[in-house]
């Protein structure tokens, strides 16, 4: 029995420009809503994990019929309205958000300063954020973690979400564009998954994750099988490497919602329901 898959909106089980009923082509489809009718109808949670915020991950999460979601990347998950947040030492506190303290630290603009014309912040997406600082462009996430823990800030990452379209002029020379998100060093997908399993009681065997991004592949750790849509490939192919990484990681053949279609309608065959 499948008892729960974790699903990414942006890239994943939303078309391009964020659109459910919208395949990669820009054609309607049903097919995202026919995923999240198989996990219902097989009594499967469906879990939105996304790198958006509060405010958006709950009418996501109320549209599709569902009670949990996580968001902004793992910093906090939300079961039945209530929230548990997975960034201590930094904690939201009345009047100041973690997003205040990150700006504070200077450790973002560190960042924009250390890559002017690689980085620059998601317009208009950075905006009203309770935790991450938002960024696109690209550059190495890990080489950017260096820079900070050499700045004095070992508690923060950047987090590679994924591929994204917009960009500005000073962007475009650029190969491509990816999201990234500044936040506390304990907040990820992969450590939200296993939150909400534990409040659950979900065993990590009965559950899947789909994604498109190298954040929402770590949700692998935490699932019996991580499943990458196929058009996370297509943006961008280095992903093979990082799928090598884990042995219990699949691609669908076809992208965006249909991708999440296939991914949960195979899982519940293979499971006899």
């Known amino acids: 029995m499948l008892q729960a898959a974790y699903v990414d909106l942006d890239g994943t089980l939303l078309g391009p420009g ?19 009718e198989a996990c219902e109808r097989a009594g499967a949670e469906l879990v939105v994990m996304t790198g958006r915020r509060q405010a958006q991950a709950m009418e996501d999460a109320r549209l599709l019929g569902q009670g949990s979601y996580i968001f902004e990347a793992g910093a906090c998950v939300v079961v039945e309205g209530e929230e548990h947040w997975l960034t201590a030492p930094l904690l939201p506190t009345p009047g100041r958000s973690i997003h205040d303290a990150i700006e504070d630290s200077g450790a973002a603009a560190l960042l924009l300063s250390h890559y002017a014309g690689r980085l620059e912040y998601h317009d208009p997406w950075h905006r009203n954020r309770e935790v991450s600082h938002l960024f696109r462009g690209l ?5 950017a ?9 070992e508690g923060l990452r950047l987090l590679d979400n994924g591929g994204v ?5 000073a962007l475009a020379a650029l190969p491509q564009v990816r999201c990234y998100h500044l936040l ?16 659950r009681g979900y065993d990590p065997a009965r559950c899947i994750a789909i994604g498109d991004s190298r954040e929402d592949l770590e949700t692998a750790t935490s699932v019996e099988t991580f499943w990458l849509v196929a058009n996370a490939l297509t943006k961008d192919p280095t992903m093979e490497e990082a799928l090598a990484r ?5 691609v669908t053949e076809a992208p965006h919602g249909a991708g999440v279609y296939e991914a949960i309608v195979e899982t519940l065959a293979r499971r006899g329901g």
């Open 18 to 36: 964020g659109g459910l009923f919208r395949d990669v082509d820009g054609a309607f489809t049903l097919l995202a809503a026919r995923a999240v």
């Open 139 to 143: 550059v190495d996430a890990d080489e």
């Open 145 to 153: 973690d260096a820079l900070l823990a050499e700045h004095g800030h």
């Open 165 to 169: 379209h917009r960009r500005s002029e």
């Open 184 to 199: 506390p060093r304990g907040a990820s997908k992969a450590r939200g998954v296993a939150f909400h399993q534990q409040i």
């Open 246 to 250: 884990h042995a219990n990681t699949r």
